[in-house]
């Protein structure tokens, strides 16, 4: 495999060269864990775990951390509000504690675990650091910039001087005057593109050198990769909206204080995931969890179809409607490989086409096509579709080799059509391929006299 990967600190698609080929060191930011996820969160983590398992089919074994954050996201990127797990803390009515705070954070980061695994995201070997566990770390990281003068102090924290770091903006290729996101609260600040590196906070934080407080957001991701993971990885992720500042402070901090770049040789972000057309918001009540789905009698795993239909470069948008056809066309499929002899060889020919998609910065709707295209293929013996199609699903992750049972009902119905049709009794047995259709399957005969089941096309 030949893989290219969309790389958003130099804008074009490019051939995948790791640090090291013998360990792929992965960073995706992770949810901040002060309520349950929604599914376009949760869709960000179906897109890491098929650049995840794409890197393992290529041959390379990836390091993975995925981290939670349990304190210092506040509410606006530009350190201004309220912190999000003190929000969260409110609103159960708890006490602003660290120790309420990590309590609430665990019990989310937990709910959030359960719900990746019903999307068969790959949990082997990936580490899930707490933020909470590696502040002495931070503390360290920003007495390093303190020390080579990329921090100053205000009344209200410790910042990072961006005009020390010609190259802030770089991800993104954001101009010195693209300050869109930056609402200057904080007269103090030297630039408006200045961010919190501490914040000071007499209530609730820890002991540090400049007072008692807490680390800033960014502060928090750049300390634990470089502690976890090393000053150089190869894959770092996120969402789109990390681009203008998240991540162009991470890679600011970073650089600045280790003096190796880049921090990060691929940077990866996926498109939103929309409600109806329209930007999921708690606000306005638009916002579905994968509890919803579930409640429904629809499998996480149609959700995880669906968002494979979209390039994650591509924002997808979600309604109930196009799950519904997701999921119809899951179960549909899962039929179909249901009722397939197994035993055979993995076709070369698709499985080339299945591959010039996926390494094609992870091109998951064709790579889905082809499947299809398979199927209808009456060249390709059923033994050697079904091999093909379970080579895929490594990458896919749709479980397509957990085969669904056939009803009782329809067992019985073809066994009572095979009888009839050796009787050469066609009315009847057209009657009873009729009643088989009718109930979500269909009979297909070969043309040596043989018959086999197969998942409707019309469920």
Same mark, same amino acid.
């Given at each position: 495999?030949?893989?290219?990967?969309?790389?958003?600190?130099?804008?074009?698609?490019?051939?995948?060269?790791?640090?090291?080929?013998?360990?792929?060191?992965?960073?995706?930011?992770?949810?901040?864990?002060?309520?349950?996820?929604?599914?376009?969160?949760?869709?960000?983590?179906?897109?890491?775990?098929?650049?995840?398992?794409?890197?393992?089919?290529?041959?390379?074994?990836?390091?993975?951390?995925?981290?939670?954050?349990?304190?210092?996201?506040?509410?606006?990127?530009?350190?201004?509000?309220?912190?999000?797990?003190?929000?969260?803390?409110?609103?159960? %009515?708890?006490?602003?504690?660290?120790?309420?705070?990590?309590?609430?954070?665990?019990?989310?980061?937990?709910?959030?675990?359960?719900?990746?695994?019903?999307?068969?995201?790959?949990?082997?070997?990936?580490?899930?650091?707490?933020?909470?566990?590696?502040?002495?770390?931070?503390?360290?990281?920003?007495? @390093?910039?303190?020390?080579?003068?990329?921090?100053?102090?205000?009344?209200?924290?410790?910042?990072?001087?961006?005009?020390?770091?010609?190259?802030?903006?770089?991800?993104?290729?954001?101009?010195?005057?693209?300050?869109?996101?930056?609402?200057?609260?904080?007269?103090?600040?030297?630039?408006?593109?200045?961010?919190?590196?501490?914040?000071?906070?007499?209530?609730?934080?820890?002991?540090?050198?400049?007072?008692?407080?807490?680390?800033?957001?960014?502060?928090?991701?750049?300390?634990?990769?470089?502690?976890?993971?090393?000053?150089?990885?190869?894959?770092?992720?996120?969402?789109?909206?990390?681009?203008?500042?998240?991540?162009?402070?991470?890679?600011?901090?970073?650089?600045?204080?280790?003096?190796?770049?880049?921090?990060?040789?691929?940077?990866?972000?996926?498109?939103?995931?929309?409600?109806? %057309?329209?930007?999921?918001? @708690?606000?306005?009540?638009?916002?579905?969890?994968?509890?919803?789905?579930?409640?429904?009698?629809?499998?996480? &795993?149609?959700?995880?179809?669906?968002?494979?239909?979209?390039?994650?470069?591509?924002?997808?948008?979600?309604?109930?409607?196009?799950?519904?056809?997701?999921?119809?066309?899951?179960?549909?499929?899962?039929?179909?490989?249901?009722?397939?002899?197994?035993?055979?060889?993995?076709?070369?020919?698709?499985?080339? &086409?299945?591959?010039?998609?996926?390494?094609?910065?992870?091109?998951?709707?064709?790579?889905?096509?082809?499947?299809?295209?398979?199927?209808?293929?009456?060249?390709?013996?059923?033994?050697?579709?079904?091999?093909?199609?379970?080579?895929?699903?490594?990458?896919?992750? &749709?479980?397509?080799?957990?085969?669904?049972?056939?009803?009782?009902?329809?067992?019985?119905?073809?066994?009572?059509?095979?009888?009839?049709?050796?009787?050469?009794?066609?009315?009847?047995?057209?009657?009873?391929?009729?009643?088989?259709?009718?109930?979500?399957?269909?009979?297909?005969?070969?043309?040596?006299?043989?018959?086999?089941?197969?998942?409707?096309?019309?469920?």
């Amino acid at each position: 495999m030949s893989l290219k990967l969309h790389n958003t600190l130099s804008g074009k698609i490019e051939d995948f060269e790791p640090y090291n080929p013998k360990e792929v060191r992965m960073y995706h930011c992770g949810p901040t864990v002060y309520g349950v996820q929604h599914i376009g969160n949760l869709s960000m983590f179906v897109f890491t775990d098929i650049l995840r398992r794409t890197i393992e089919y290529a041959g390379f074994k990836p390091k993975q951390v995925i981290n939670f954050t349990d304190f210092g996201h506040l509410s606006s990127d530009s350190d201004e509000g309220e912190d999000k797990m003190a929000m969260g803390l409110k609103r159960e %009515g708890l006490a602003p504690t660290l120790e309420n705070m990590k309590e609430m954070g665990r019990k989310y980061a937990e709910i959030f675990l359960g719900d990746i695994k019903s999307l068969n995201v790959k949990t082997e070997g990936t580490i899930f650091p707490y933020a909470s566990e590696y502040v002495p770390d931070q503390i360290e990281l920003i007495r @390093k910039l303190e020390e080579k003068s990329f921090a100053y102090r205000t009344s209200d924290g410790v910042y990072f001087d961006t005009l020390k770091f010609p190259e802030y903006g770089k991800l993104g290729g954001l101009s010195d005057t693209n300050n869109e996101a930056r609402v200057v609260e904080n007269s103090e600040k030297k630039n408006p593109r200045d961010f919190a590196l501490w914040k000071f906070n007499k209530e609730i934080g820890w002991e540090s050198p400049w007072g008692q407080g807490f680390p800033g957001w960014h502060i928090e991701c750049s300390a634990m990769i470089i502690k976890i993971l090393g000053e150089n990885i190869a894959i770092h992720t996120g969402g789109v909206e990390h681009i203008p500042v998240h991540h162009n402070n991470e890679i600011a901090q970073s650089e600045a204080a280790t003096g190796r770049a880049p921090f990060a040789k691929y940077w990866l972000h996926r498109a939103h995931l929309q409600i109806e %057309g329209e930007k999921i918001a @708690k606000s306005t009540g638009n916002t579905v969890y994968l509890e919803d789905i579930v409640k429904k009698g629809i499998s996480p &795993l149609a959700f995880r179809y669906l968002l494979l239909q979209s390039h994650y470069r591509t924002p997808t948008n979600f309604t109930w409607e196009a799950l519904e056809g997701a999921n119809n066309a899951y179960v549909k499929l899962r039929r179909h490989i249901s009722t397939m002899p197994d035993g055979g060889e993995v076709n070369k020919d698709y499985k080339e &086409l299945f591959i010039k998609a996926i390494e094609n910065d992870l091109n998951t709707p064709t790579a889905v096509a082809v499947i299809w295209t398979l199927l209808s293929d009456t060249l390709i013996p059923l033994q050697n579709s079904k091999a093909t199609i379970l080579d895929f699903d490594k990458i896919l992750g &749709l479980k397509l080799d957990q085969s669904t049972p056939t009803p009782q009902l329809i067992v019985d119905l073809f066994a009572k059509y095979k009888l009839a049709r050796s009787n050469k009794e066609f009315d009847i047995s057209d009657k009873l391929r009729e009643e088989i259709k009718q109930n979500g399957y269909e009979v297909m005969d070969n043309v040596d006299g043989s018959s086999y089941l197969s998942g409707s096309f019309e469920l």
